[in-house]
């Protein structure tokens, strides 16, 4: 198996072709040559295309995903901006484990009304202060 046409690697891969097609205008993958209109590339198509998936799901945008491959393509991975991701994400399983936990209370909670109780209170006052991770607007990232 010398090359994959792009209906194959959508197939295997379960990326669409819209998204490979994007995904090589953004530089993030290199087409091997064309048969007919369909482009053609090479099996390291699947490897990198899994790389990219476990970037995004792990928060990185694509210009971020796109710093970790060299320019030959092979990965050049930079340890210290997975660090920092790792942080980032610790940070936000905090924030998401007080909300759970808040939301898992506010429901048992025996109290006849929600403001009456003091862990209700607490948890109001921690919200208010951005304690929870208050969502901040972004700008929307593209996929």
């Known amino acids: 198996m010398t090359e994959l046409d792009i209906t194959e690697v959508a197939k295997r891969s379960g990326v669409p072709a819209s998204t490979l097609r994007f995904y090589e205008e953004r530089g993030l993958l290199a087409s091997i040559g064309r048969r007919g209109l369909r482009r053609l590339f090479g099996p390291e198509v699947l490897e990198r295309l899994a ?36 942080e980032k994400l610790d940070k936000t399983i905090r924030e998401l484990s007080a909300m759970r936990d808040g939301l898992r209370h506010a429901a048992a909670c025996p109290a006849p009304n929600h403001m009456e109780c003091p862990t209700f209170r607490r948890l109001l006052r921690g919200a208010a202060s951005g304690a929870m991770g208050a969502r901040r607007k972004r700008t929307p990232r593209r996929t």
Not at 55 to 84: H, N, Q, S, V
């Open 51 to 86: 790389l990219i998936a476990m970037g995004r799901a792990a928060g990185f945008t694509l210009d971020e995903i796109a710093l970790m491959f060299a320019p030959d393509g092979r990965p050049r991975i930079d340890r210290k901006m997975l660090a920092t991701q790792a």
